[in-house]
């Protein structure tokens, strides 16, 4: 019996699918290897994001000098860093140093620092640890260090307004320029914080802190500040603040318990 003609393929006539399992598993994965590739290369190529900024702050300087019948300068610098990870915890420093003479002569001497690490547990509470310190030689005070623990509760807490107050208790050391020894003393404290965004741009943010000593709780120590702020620039503004330091008791009955200044300055945000 005569067999039929063999009809030879057209080579551009697609092979049957039984044609992948002659291949064999070496071409088993080079098929699926070319189609992971196509796969890989048809995503778009997204790139990393930055690590984003943690720390902000503002740097802030002001000079003022009259001449003629009464020289005088007045020099005053500020600085507040903050670090907020986007987590709960927040800490930052804050310093204020002013310095004013005339003719020749300091009539101002004073420089305050502060570092506080706050923890917000919930939308209005929080907690933190706060350290103070203040040198001022015309109280006579060379040195007063105040290390506190406390709470807080956020009263208002809106887009354009903010007021909070807190309290703690810690310990406090004061230097005094004629004393024989550094007194120390438990303390009790107690804060107060108030923001209000005037507009685009402009802003008014007003403190206070009292510090009570418990050996003497006339012996009182209080600061108030109230700066409105207006944006210049995109990193600029100009601050005009009022600073009030009261000390209830003084080393000496000739040394004024009140002690106040208006500034005037230039900030720089980074």
């Known amino acids: 019996m005569k067999l039929p003609a063999r009809i030879p393929r ?15 598993t070496a071409g088993r994965w080079a098929a699926a290897l070319g189609l992971l590739c196509a796969k890989v290369s048809a995503e778009p190529d997204v790139q990393p994001q930055p690590p984003a900024d943690t720390w902000k702050g503002v740097v802030g300087a ?7 019948n009464s020289d005088t300068a007045s020099y005053t610098f500020s600085f507040e860093a903050a670090h907020d990870p986007g987590s709960r915890n927040v800490f930052r420093f804050t310093g204020l140093y002013l310095r004013s003479e005339q003719r020749g002569v300091k009539t101002s001497d004073r420089l305050r620092l502060g570092f506080r690490d706050e923890y917000t547990y919930s939308e209005r509470a929080f907690v933190y640890f706060d350290l103070g310190y203040v040198r001022d030689p015309f109280k006579e005070v060379d040195h007063l260090f105040n290390p506190q623990l406390g709470a807080g ?17 810690g310990v406090v050391w004061e230097d005094n320029t004629y004393a024989a020894d550094v007194r120390r003393s438990g303390s009790v404290n107690a804060g107060q914080k108030l923001e209000f965004q ?13 510090l009570w000593k418990m050996e003497n709780f006339r012996d009182a120590f209080y600061h108030f500040s109230a700066a409105l702020t207006t944006r210049l620039t995109r990193r600029m503004e100009l601050k005009v603040e009022f600073v009030d330091d009261y000390k209830n008791i003084t080393p000496t009955p000739a040394i004024r318990k009140n002690d106040t200044a208006f500034l005037t300055s230039v900030v720089f945000n980074f």
Request: aromatic share 8%; no cysteine.
């Open 153 to 169: 509760w956020k009263v208002v807490k809106t887009d354009r307004l903010l007021l909070g107050f807190d309290g703690g208790a």
């Open 198 to 210: 005037l507009g685009e741009g402009t802003r008014i943010v007003q403190n206070f802190a009292g």
């Open 62 to 68: 002001g000079l003022s000098l009259t001449g003629g």
């Open 10 to 24: 057209d080579r551009n006539e697609p092979r049957p699918a039984s044609f992948l399992l002659q291949l064999g």
